[in-house]
Structure formats: structure tokens, C-alpha cells
């Protein structure tokens, strides 16, 4: 299986997110992400089940 691995700073322009908020995310735990030799990273596949997930969630209630 090819996955595509994405930079902080990809996953911030996908996300519309600050590279700053994406780092705060994954260490958090909130995105999923693996620390690679000292730097954040992200496969694609795993972001777009994160979102699906999130747009499934209830809002406010």
C-alpha cells in the first residue's frame, strides 16, 4: 500500500490551520501524527479518517 506522508506544513494548508496549531494538535493527540526522527508527520489516509470522524461527531448540545 503507497501512503502519502505529509509535513506539518502540508497538513496546516490542507487543513487551513496554522503550522502552529497543527503542531499543538498532534501533541495533543488530537491529529494523527508520528514524531520521525525529531518532526512531526502525517499520512493523508489517516487525516481524511480524522475528518470523517469529526463531521459524524454531534454538535453542541
Known amino acids: 500500500m503507497d501512503r502519502e506522508i505529509l509535513t506539518a506544513e502540508q497538513v496546516a494548508d490542507y487543513l487551513r490551520l496554522s503550522r502552529k496549531s497543527v503542531y499543538r494538535l498532534a501533541r495533543a493527540g488530537v491529529l494523527p501524527a508520528k514524531k520521525i526522527m525529531n518532526q512531526w508527520r502525517f499520512e493523508r ?3 481524511n479518517e480524522w475528518i470523517r470522524e ?8
Do not use: F, N, Q, S
Open 45 to 47: 489516509t489517516r487525516l
Open 54 to 61: 469529526k463531521e459524524e461527531e454531534p454538535v453542541g448540545v
